[in-house]
């Protein structure tokens, strides 16, 4: 018995095609009305209290209505991470770096601890009366209207023109609905020059060492462009 024959590469009709694997669904983010984007020259110090890191953000201005006028240094902004967050920070912040031709690891650490707002002050000790004061350290003015912006993590990293771009991101929830998902919701914008960038990734991966968080132990780091 002869039976019918099919054209090439034409599939039979009893035949049912092989499932194909359905990518994996990426949440999208979403835009914080107002979010802002701020551009800074620097980090200028680290302060952790309740397991949660707080980073301040400097910038440099001079009054040019006067000759020769001073630079003051401005805190512009302060981000507020977990410490999971803070973790994921510095480790894919370091690794962009890397893989952006830059190497953050020639940066020495310069940035003050600070571990907790409730810390004791350690006894003072007994100075000689000849000793020498201590130099003055750098003098920060808060600027007006410099936010503090909470964020659960970093989303991703974006250099361009030597100016590297932070993106944070904050998941939130709609809770008129019951098992609502979460939302992520970009909130904020860091800029700065790479240079300034190293500094952050080198000093934050110091102090949460030295604060006992192992930033070796992520699994998971922001995305990268």
Not at 213 to 224: E, N, R
């Amino acid at each position: 018995m002869e039976f019918p024959r099919t054209r090439t590469g034409a599939r039979s009709i009893d035949q049912d095609p092989m499932p194909e694997e359905q990518p994996p669904l990426v949440q999208k983010l979403i835009e914080a009305p107002g979010a802002p984007e701020i551009f800074v020259d620097g980090v200028c110090g680290f302060f952790l209290h309740n397991q949660n890191l707080r980073i301040a953000f400097e910038a440099s201005r001079v009054d040019h209505a006067a000759n020769l006028g001073p630079v003051t240094r401005l805190i512009v902004a302060r981000v507020v991470l977990p410490a999971a967050g803070a973790r994921a920070l510095a480790v894919g912040l370091f690794d962009f770096l890397k893989k952006m031709g830059l190497d953050p690891g020639k940066v020495a650490p310069s940035v003050t601890v600070q571990s907790t707002a409730i810390a004791l002050a350690a006894p003072e000790t007994a100075k000689p009366v000849t000793a020498e004061p201590p130099p003055p350290g750098p003098v920060f003015i808060d600027a007006p209207g410099a936010p503090d912006l909470f964020a659960d993590g970093a989303t991703g990293f974006f250099l361009h023109n030597g100016i590297l771009r932070i993106t944070f991101e904050i998941s939130r929830f709609d809770h008129s609905h019951a098992n609502a998902p979460a939302l992520r919701v970009v909130v904020a914008r860091i800029a700065m020059p790479a240079v300034s960038a190293s500094g952050l990734a080198v000093n934050l991966f110091d102090f949460l060492k030295k604060m006992g968080i192992d930033p070796a132990s992520v699994s998971t780091v922001p995305t990268m462009q």
